[in-house]
C-alpha cells in the first residue's frame, strides 16, 4: 500500500514536470520550445527514422567501447589501489582532484592526439567513467572487514577460494555502485565528445538541431537520452539494493 | 610531509618530467603536445600581457556566482523539501536519477530560449550544482540527532534558537560537503556550456585556440584552469576532512 | 498526606497519569504509561527499572515536561508542569547530546550563557563542574576525541552548571561497559550528595538500581505501572562496593522475582510468562 502511495507520488512530480515544460512552452513561444504534446508527437514519427536509428546505433558504439575501457581499466586500478596499502594512499588523492576536473578542458588534447575519430570519442568517454569505478572499486576493497579474511583462515580456505567466495562477495555491492556512476559518467563524456566535434551520433543531432533551429528535434533528442539514461540508472540501482540487502 | 606525502610529490614529478623528456625527444609531437615547461612560460607570458584577463574574469565569476546561487536556493529548497516528508518521498527517486542524466543535453535548449548569453551558462552551472547541495541538506537535516530537540526545550528554546543555535551547527559538516561538491559542479557545468558553445569565457578561448592551431595559448589557458580547480577543489577536500575528523564523521 | 507539612516534602509528583500515543497512519493508538501514581520526596534518589518499551522513559518525559499526559496531573515544587520544562529540572539523556561543534568548556557553559549569567560566575561554575567530573584537562577538547562515558561526564555537567534541583536520568549509562557504568555510578553518588538535588534514575540494569537508589519503582510491561516500590535502606553514603553485600543480592533477587514474567512478556513469550 505505502508502495503504490509512493508510486502515485512519483507520477505527481512527473505531471508537475510536464505542466511546468508545457507553463515554460506558453512564456516563450512555440518555436524556442515546443509544448510536450508536439514533441512526443514528433518522437512518434523521429524514432522509428532511419536517421534515429544511425545516429543512436554510432552512440551506442562509441559508449560500448567507452563503457568497456572504463570498467576494464578502472576495476584493475581499484583492485590494486585496494590491495596494495602504499599505492592506495598516494594514488587516492591524485585520482580525487582529477575526478573534480572539468575533463571537457582536456577534449582539444585528445582530439590533437586521435583526431575527429571514433577512438578519441571513446578515449573522452572512458577518461570520465574510469575514475569513479577505480575510486570506488578501491574502497569497496578497502572496506571489506578483516574479519572476513580471519575467518577464511578459520575456515582453511586457499587464496582464489578465499577471493571468489570471501572477498568478491564482500566488495561486491560497492563496486556495482561505482560501476553504475561510471556507466552515467561514460554517458556523458561520449555525449559531451559529441556535441563539441563529431558529424555523427545523437550528441551532434541535438548541436545540429540547435543550429538549424529545430527544437522539436532537439528536444526529443533529449527526452529519449533522458528516458535512456533514467532507465539505466534505476536497473543498477535495483540490482546494488539487492546486493546490499543481501549482505 | 608524511612519507606518502613525498612519495605522491615524487610521482607527479616524475610524470611531468617525463611527458616533458617525450616532448624534448621528439617521442610526442609538438604539435600535439608541448612541453610542461614550455605551456608553464606560456602560461606566465599570457597572464602577464593581460590579454586574457577579461575572459579570466569572467569565466571565474560566473562559477562563483553559479556555485553561491546554487548553495543558497539549494541550501533553503533542501529545507523546505526536509520539513515536507511526503514531498521528500516523492522527490527521491528524482534526487537518485539526476546525476544519472547528462543534463548537458538540455544546453541546447536553454540557448534556443535565453539566446547565446550569460545566462544559459549560468543556468546550467546551477543546474549541474543545485541539486548536489539540495541532496547534501537533506542529509544534514537527516544526521541531526533527535535528542538535540529535547536538549532545546530543557533549555526552554524558542523554534528559532534551536534551528539556529543547535540544528545548523549540528549539520554543518554535511552542508559544507554539499558547498564543496556545488562549487566543482558549478565549475564542470560552466566550463563544459562555454566548451560547447558560448559567446565568450575560457571555454570559449581554449576552444578557438584549438581550432587556430594556436597551442601555446590552449595550453596555457589549460594549464591555469586545471590549477585553479585543482587547488580550489583540494582546499574545500581539505577543509571538508578536517571538519569531519574533528567531529568524528566517518567520510568515504 | 494532605497536610502542608507533608507536602513540602513532596518535591515532584505524578497523580493518576496515563499517556496513550496518538494513533498514525502506520500505526495504531500506543497505551505507553499508567495510570499511575508517584511521589519523589525531596532529596532521595529514585530508580525506575523495568522491561525495555514499558514506558520507563515515557514517565521520564512527561514528568520534565517534554511530553503532555493524557490523563492525570503532574506537580513540581507545587505547581503544575504542563507543556514547559520547568526551570529547576535537568535532564540527561541516553543518547549522546553532547553538542560536537563545542569544546568540553562551551558545552558544560551552554545554558548559562542562554540565561544570561556574568562571565565570572559562568567561568567559575563551570571550571567546577569540569573538576568535579573529573574534565579538567579535556577542557579544550572535543567530544569527537572523548569516549564515550566521557562525553555522558559532558552532558552531566552542562546540566550540573545550572544547579538543578530536580535531576532526572534516562538510562545515562546504557551504552556504557559494566565496570565503567559501576563507576559512573559512583561519581553520580558523590554528584547527588553535593548537590542534594532529588535524582530520578530510568535503567534497565537491576544492579545499578539497587546499588544507586533510596527507593526503587519496578515497571510492568506496557502500559508501565509500577508492580512493586523497593526500599533499599542505603545510608546516604554509600558506593559501588555495596555490591558485595547480601542485603544487595536480596534487593536484586526481589527486582528479578517482580520482573522476570514481565520481561518475558516483552520478549514476546506471555505462556512461559504465566508458568
Redo the contacts between chains.
Keep these: 500500500m505505502i508502495a503504490t502511495r509512493r508510486a502515485a507520488d512519483t507520477a505527481i512530480i512527473l505531471i508537475i514536470m510536464l505542466l511546468a515544460w508545457q507553463a515554460l512552452h506558453q512564456l516563450v513561444g512555440a518555436t524556442a520550445l515546443p509544448g510536450p504534446v508536439p514533441t512526443l508527437a514528433y518522437l512518434a514519427r523521429f524514432v522509428p527514422s532511419e536517421r534515429f536509428a544511425e545516429n543512436a546505433w554510432a552512440t551506442l558504439v562509441c559508449f560500448f567501447y567507452a563503457l568497456l575501457l572504463s570498467y576494464g581499466i578502472g576495476l584493475a586500478i581499484g583492485v590494486w589501489m585496494g590491495i596494495h596499502r602504499l599505492s592506495g594512499a598516494v594514488g587516492e588523492p591524485i585520482l580525487i582532484s582529477l575526478y573534480t576536473l572539468p575533463k571537457v578542458t582536456l577534449y582539444p588534447v585528445v582530439l590533437l592526439i586521435f583526431g575527429l575519430s571514433l577512438s578519441g570519442r571513446v578515449t573522452f568517454g572512458a577518461m570520465h567513467g574510469v575514475l569513479p569505478v577505480a575510486l570506488l572499486t578501491m574502497s569497496a576493497i578497502r572496506n571489506i572487514p578483516p574479519v572476513y579474511l580471519k575467518s577464511a583462515r578459520t575456515l582453511h580456505l586457499s587464496g582464489w577460494q578465499t577471493i571468489l567466495t570471501m572477498l568478491f562477495p564482500a566488495a561486491l555491492p560497492e563496486i556495482v555502485g561505482g560501476l553504475r556512476i561510471g556507466f552515467t559518467l561514460t554517458l556523458l563524456g561520449v555525449l559531451l565528445a559529441e556535441m563539441f566535434a563529431a558529424k555523427q551520433g545523437l550528441g551532434s543531432l541535438i548541436i545540429n538541431a540547435m543550429q538549424l533551429m529545430q527544437a522539436e528535434e532537439m528536444l526529443t533528442v533529449a527526452v529519449v537520452l533522458f528516458a535512456f539514461a533514467a532507465l539505466a540508472n534505476a536497473l543498477l540501482l535495483w540490482i546494488e539494493h539487492r546486493l546490499h540487502r543481501r549482505v | 610531509m608524511s612519507r606518502v606525502g613525498w612519495i605522491r610529490l615524487a610521482v607527479l614529478a616524475i610524470a611531468i618530467g617525463l611527458l616533458e623528456l617525450c616532448c624534448r625527444l621528439g617521442l610526442i609531437d609538438q604539435r600535439v603536445v608541448i612541453p610542461p615547461s614550455e605551456m608553464a612560460v606560456a602560461l606566465v607570458r599570457l597572464l602577464i600581457s593581460g590579454e586574457a584577463n577579461e575572459q579570466i574574469v569572467r569565466t571565474f565569476g560566473i562559477v562563483l556566482l553559479a556555485a553561491l546561487i546554487s548553495v543558497v536556493a539549494g541550501f533553503a529548497l533542501g529545507a523546505v523539501i526536509h520539513a515536507l516528508p511526503r514531498v521528500r518521498q516523492s522527490l527521491d527517486p528524482f534526487f537518485a536519477t539526476y546525476y544519472a542524466v547528462p543534463i548537458f543535453i538540455f544546453y541546447p535548449v536553454m540557448i534556443v530560449i535565453f539566446g547565446l548569453s550569460a545566462i544559459p551558462i549560468v543556468l546550467m552551472g546551477v543546474a549541474t550544482a543545485i541539486v548536489a547541495m539540495i541532496i547534501a541538506t537533506l542529509n544534514g537535516l537527516d544526521r541531526v ?4 530537540a ?2 532545546a ?5 524558542g523554534a528559532i ?1 534551536t534551528a539556529l543555535r ?1 540544528k545548523l ?2 549539520a ?1 559538516p554535511h552542508l559544507f560537503t554539499g558547498v564543496k561538491l556545488a562549487v566543482s559542479y558549478a565549475f564542470i557545468g560552466v566550463i563544459a556550456s562555454e566548451f560547447i558553445l558560448a559567446p565568450a569565457g575560457l571555454g570559449r578561448v581554449i576552444s578557438d585556440a584549438y581550432t587556430d592551431f594556436n597551442n601555446r595559448q590552449m595550453y596555457a589557458l589549460m594549464l591555469l584552469l586545471i590549477i585553479v580547480a585543482t587547488i580550489v577543489n583540494m582546499f574545500l577536500h581539505v577543509v571538508d576532512q578536517r571538519w569531519a ?4 564523521i566517518a567520510k568515504p | 498526606m494532605t497536610t502542608a507539612a507533608a507536602d513540602a516534602d513532596i518535591h515532584a509528583a505524578l497523580s493518576g497519569v496515563t499517556r496513550v500515543y496518538p494513533e498514525t497512519i502506520a500505526t495504531p493508538p500506543v497505551h505507553a504509561l499508567g495510570p499511575l501514581d508517584l511521589e519523589l520526596k525531596r532529596g532521595e534518589f529514585f530508580a525506575v527499572v523495568g522491561p525495555s518499551g514499558c514506558g520507563k522513559s515515557t514517565l521520564l ?1 512527561v514528568l ?3 511530553q503532555q499526559p493524557t490523563a492525570g496531573t503532574v506537580m513540581f515544587e507545587g505547581r503544575t508542569v504542563s507543556g ?2 520547568p ?1 529547576g ?3 540527561v ?1 541516553q ?3 553532547s ?3 563545542m569544546t568540553v568548556w562551551d558545552n558544560a557553559a ?2 548559562l550563557r ?1 540565561n544570561g549569567v556574568a562571565t565570572a560566575e559562568i567561568r567559575r561554575r563551570v571550571d567546577d563542574a569540569l573538576a568535579f567530573m573529573g574534565l579538567t584537562e579535556f577542557a579544550r577538547a ?4 572523548l569516549s564515550g562515558g566521557m562525553r555522558q561526564r559532558v552532558c552531566i555537567s552542562r546540566t550540573l552548571v545550572l544547579q538543578p534541583r530536580l535531576i532526572l536520568l534516562d538510562e545515562p549509562f546504557g551504552a556504557l561497559d559494566a565496570q565503567t557504568r559501576l563507576l559512573m555510578g559512583d561519581e553520580v553518588l558523590r554528584l547527588w550528595r553535593r548537590t542534594g538535588a532529588t535524582v530520578l534514575l530510568i535503567t534497565h540494569a537491576l544492579d545499578e538500581a539497587a546499588m544507586l537508589s533510596d527507593r526503587i519503582g519496578a515497571m510492568s510491561a506496557r502500559p508501565g505501572r509500577f508492580l512493586d516500590i523497593v526500599v533499599t535502606g542505603w545510608s546516604r553514603e554509600r558506593d559501588s562496593k555495596i555490591v558485595s553485600e547480601p542485603q544487595f543480592g536480596e534487593i536484586t533477587g526481589r527486582l528479578w522475582e517482580d520482573l522476570r514474567g514481565e520481561s518475558l512478556k516483552s520478549l514476546g513469550h506471555p505462556g512461559m510468562a504465566a508458568g
Design positions: 540527532p533527535q535528542v538535540l529535547k536538549v526545550r530543557v533549555h526552554r528554546m534558537a543547535l551547527p549540528a554543518a575528523e574533528r567531529r568524528g | 518525559e520534565a515536561g517534554l514547559k520544562v526551570d529540572i535537568g535532564v539523556f543518547e549522546d547530546a553538542f560536537p561543534w551552554f545554558g542562554r572535543y567530544p569527537a576525541q
